[in-house]
């Protein structure tokens, strides 16, 4: 069985940055098509960026310009640098490991699941 860690989440301020880590067991990380989604209170888990093996990323349109995904397969370590963070990124947030079948947004397109971290932008 596959575990995903998350790490780096904390309570910032609005306009600050955090970077997530989501380590990864075993040794076919480097396999894995990777995503980053997010559940704020009260709503459902939001799609907020994903990375294929060969590097092409994606992206939620609240997000773009404002956060990196990126991985290192040496690290066995996928990561989400979060800049310019409003109250409204507040939320608790997965890594995942993609699956397929359903759109890249889908989390039922993710098989494994991190027990997240929580992010919390204050005003």
């Known amino acids: 069985q596959v575990q995903l860690v998350e790490s780096g989440g904390g309570l910032v301020q609005a306009g600050g940055s955090l970077r997530l880590s989501c380590a990864v067991s075993?040794?076919?990380?480097?396999?894995?098509?990777m995503g980053w989604f997010r559940r704020a209170p009260g709503k459902d888990r939001d799609f907020v960026a994903a990375i294929w093996t060969g590097n092409r990323t994606y992206y939620a349109d609240s997000v773009k310009g404002r956060f990196t995904i990126s991985r290192d397969n040496d690290k066995n370590t996928l990561y989400l640098q979060m800049n310019s963070l409003n109250p409204e990124d507040t939320a608790v947030y997965h890594c995942?490991?993609?699956?397929?079948?359903?759109?890249?947004?889908?989390?039922?397109?993710?098989?494994?699941w991190g027990q997240g971290t929580q992010v919390t932008v204050s005003s």
């Open positions: 995942a490991i993609r699956s397929g079948g359903l759109g890249y947004t889908s989390p039922f397109s993710y098989k494994y």
């Open positions: 075993g040794r076919s990380f480097g396999t894995y098509d």
